[in-house]
């Protein structure tokens, strides 16, 4: 993976290295959204400019010639959002479009990194909460991604058997579960970025609610074994339901993307003394001590990977503000090959009007 160097710009960066890696003379990137040309091996790409605002457009071809150049779109899911005119060795069309897709790739990743740090410089602005939305909003890529190309198989192959089309039908209606429930995470983490966290507690079965994040998360869960145990019975009890659920998945999204893909993450819960115990363990590298003393700080991101991961550094300082809201407290126990956060509540039994 290319790592971002500072002061030079990502898309330099990328072509310098596409350069190096196909022995190439010439390349040029158009990227769409702010119409910048890049160029490396060549200062004016005033020749070829049309032919790849072109490539660039929706519906535009891809990938055509423009001797000496090879043009080729790259696309977000359907949608191109940049082109590339490579000049050198020869390339066959499938080898083109596969670096189109690994640029494509690149780019979003730099510019959900951009993204992470306009957060860290907006914090304490008014222009926080847009940011984290746009942010988040990168998130919604990999559902619509797989709803799109249902949808465009099965409008391009109007006499799929039914059984193929069933299948796309349920992949597109999973994954747009999967998109709203992204989308109220993203407007209830820009709402909780509050000082106070008002919850109107219901009686709700913790087993049921946490089977219903787990659910909830199966695209970026995937493969991963994620195992839910109850030690004795947990009777329903009163607490926010939709809040805690969020919480939850700051929790078990955390432990998803910072841990290798082969360890399992764990839930388990138990009621002891009249205290509820909900832990997330993952089987990790751990947390150093020097982080763990900041881990719930609003925008505290690890150093080690705010350049690798995108996100917000929101996360947990809100889970644990709802959890704080709930009378209870959000704790981490850290060591190398195991962490576990643990959310204590008090278990009170009540009804709730």
């Given at each position: 993976m290319l790592q971002i160097e500072t002061g030079v710009p990502f898309s330099e960066q990328l072509l310098q290295r596409l350069v190096q890696v196909f022995n190439l003379q010439e390349a040029v990137l158009y990227e769409r959204d702010d119409g910048n040309f890049t160029c490396v091996g060549m200062a004016n790409p005033e020749g070829i400019q049309n032919s790849l605002r072109s490539a660039a457009a929706p519906g535009g071809t891809?990938?055509?010639?423009?001797?000496?150049?090879?043009?080729?779109?790259?696309s977000r899911g359907s949608e191109p959002v940049a082109s590339m005119a490579l000049r050198g060795a020869a390339m066959p069309a499938g080898l083109l479009e596969g670096i189109a897709n690994l640029v494509a790739i690149g780019l979003e990743r730099a510019r959900a990194q951009d993204l992470a740090r306009q957060i860290e410089?907006?914090?304490q602005s008014e222009q926080l909460r847009t940011t984290l939305i746009d942010a988040m909003a990168h998130e919604f890529k990999t559902p619509l991604t797989l709803i799109r190309a249902a949808t465009t198989s099965l409008l391009a192959n109007p006499e799929v058997a039914t059984a193929n089309r069933t299948e796309q039908l349920a992949i597109a209606d999973e994954e747009a579960k999967h998109l709203q429930q992204l989308i109220d995470d993203a407007i209830e983490m820009a709402r909780l970025d509050t000082a106070h966290i008002e919850i109107h507690p219901e009686l709700a079965s913790l087993e049921q609610t946490l089977r219903e994040v787990v659910a909830s998360m199966q695209?970026?869960?995937d493969e991963r074994r994620?195992?839910?145990?109850?030690?004795?019975?947990?009777?329903?009890?009163?607490?926010d339901k939709r809040l805690l659920k969020l919480a939850i998945r700051q929790l078990l999204d955390n432990a998803l993307k910072?841990?290798?893909?082969?360890?399992?993450?764990?839930?388990?819960?138990?009621?002891?003394?009249?205290?509820l115990?909900?832990?997330?363990?993952?089987?990790?590298?751990?947390?150093?001590?020097?982080?763990?003393?900041?881990?719930?700080?609003?925008?505290?991101?690890?150093?080690?990977?705010?350049?690798?991961?995108?996100?917000?550094?929101?996360?947990?300082?809100?889970?644990?503000?709802?959890v704080r809201a709930h009378n209870g407290e959000l704790t981490l126990s850290s060591h190398?090959?195991?962490?576990?956060?643990?959310?204590?509540l008090p278990a009170l039994r009540q009804e709730v009007a």
């Open positions: 891809s990938p055509q010639d423009k001797p000496p150049f090879m043009i080729v779109a790259v410089a907006a914090r695209t970026e869960i994620v195992q839910i145990a109850l030690s004795g019975a947990v009777p329903p009890m009163p607490f910072y841990t290798p893909a082969d360890t399992p993450v764990e839930i388990g819960a138990y009621i002891k003394d009249g205290v115990t909900v832990d997330v363990t993952d089987y990790g590298k751990g947390i150093p001590d020097e982080e763990q003393r900041r881990i719930f700080d609003r925008f505290y991101r690890s150093p080690a990977v705010s350049e690798q991961i995108p996100g917000s550094g929101l996360g947990l300082s809100i889970a644990a503000g709802i190398p090959g195991q962490t576990t956060f643990r959310i204590t």
